[in-house]
């Protein structure tokens, strides 16, 4: 009586065992296959709404671009972390994917890259009660707020020649915004895609600031882990051409996207 009662046990045990095999062995190509989103917040183009979920244009463009090369985004797991730490976490693991990436000669051997996918206007903003002159190229003296590791930061030291040392390094946008508006700095480096969204969600006021000097206009990408397949990298890329392609109206899927997260710069842009 004993041991029949054992022996049926030890079979269940055996099944399940081999069972729990077969599942860990069709589960782990599925898992090697996953990738890791990470973003800093650049809105229209990736962001997260109040309830923490990843949204914006960039977000939609790699879904669609993953759909057509037979893969899947979660839009759950887009990890939205400092710039610095997003950078690093792609740069250095292994499927990683950064959204909204500046693609310079610094960056260039640390990722593979997909794109263009947007462009944006970078540049220093300051309070417009502050009257600030129309900036040349020296801009020593002046207290500048940056994004840690941003593109900014490169081209102030790169272009303007600037000590990294003299610029005041922050981890948010929030922070940026609010570091002005106190006076602490005279002027931060950002965007002018994001500032308007940045001012609303502060509550400041728009008009309050202007974008004393543009600095750049570089284009965006999408940067993945160096580890990342070269057939892969090259389906994708070309897919997101396909995206782009204009249709016999002169339209297209690109720019529909587009359209749907559009927001106009809220902040006055002083041009020379």
């Known amino acids: 009586m004993h041991y029949s009662f054992c022996k049926p046990n030890i079979l269940h045990v055996v099944f399940l065992s081999l069972l729990l095999v077969v599942i860990v062995m069709?589960?782990?190509?599925?898992?090697?296959?996953?990738?890791?989103?990470y973003?800093?917040?650049?809105?229209?183009?990736?962001?997260?709404?109040?309830?923490?979920?990843?949204?914006?244009?960039?977000?939609?463009?790699?879904?669609?671009?993953?759909?057509?090369?037979?893969?899947?985004?979660?839009p759950d797991n887009v990890h939205f972390y400092p710039w610095a730490r997003c950078m690093k976490e792609v740069a250095s693991g292994s499927g990683g994917i950064l959204l909204s990436a500046v693609r310079s000669?610094?960056?260039?051997?640390?990722?593979?890259?997909?794109?263009?996918?947007?462009?944006?206007?970078?540049?220093?903003?300051?309070?417009?009660?502050?009257?600030?002159?129309?900036?040349?190229?020296?801009?020593?003296?002046?207290?500048?707020?940056?994004?840690?590791?941003?593109?900014?930061?490169?081209i102030l030291i790169n272009k303007y020649g600037l000590d990294e040392s003299t610029l005041l390094a922050l981890t948010e946008t929030e922070q940026q915004f609010l570091m002005l508006e106190l006076g602490r700095v005279d002027m931060i480096a950002q965007s002018d895609v994001s500032s308007g969204f940045f001012l609303d969600r502060l509550g400041l006021n728009p008009d309050t600031f202007e974008m004393v000097k543009v600095?750049?206009?570089?284009?965006?990408?999408?940067?993945?882990?160096?580890?990342?397949?070269?057939?892969?990298?090259?389906?994708?890329?070309?897919?997101?051409?396909?995206?782009?392609?204009?249709?016999?109206?002169?339209?297209?899927?690109?720019?529909?996207?587009?359209?749907v997260h559009r927001v106009h710069s809220a902040i006055l842009i002083r041009e020379p």
């Open 26 to 37: 069709t589960a782990s190509p599925a898992m090697a296959e996953d990738f890791h989103i």
């Open 39 to 74: 973003a800093g917040e650049v809105a229209p183009l990736n962001y997260q709404d109040a309830s923490g979920q990843a949204k914006g244009f960039i977000v939609d463009l790699l879904q669609e671009i993953m759909l057509r090369v037979g893969k899947t985004v979660d």
């Open 215 to 259: 600095l750049a206009h570089p284009d965006l990408y999408l940067a993945f882990s160096p580890d990342t397949d070269d057939e892969f990298i090259r389906a994708a890329q070309k897919t997101l051409e396909d995206i782009q392609a204009p249709r016999p109206d002169g339209s297209s899927l690109y720019e529909d996207m587009e359209k």
């Open 105 to 154: 000669p610094e960056r260039e051997g640390l990722f593979r890259w997909i794109g263009p996918v947007a462009s944006v206007r970078f540049g220093l903003i300051g309070r417009r009660d502050r009257h600030l002159p129309l900036l040349g190229d020296d801009l020593s003296g002046y207290r500048i707020g940056v994004i840690r590791d941003s593109a900014p930061v490169q």
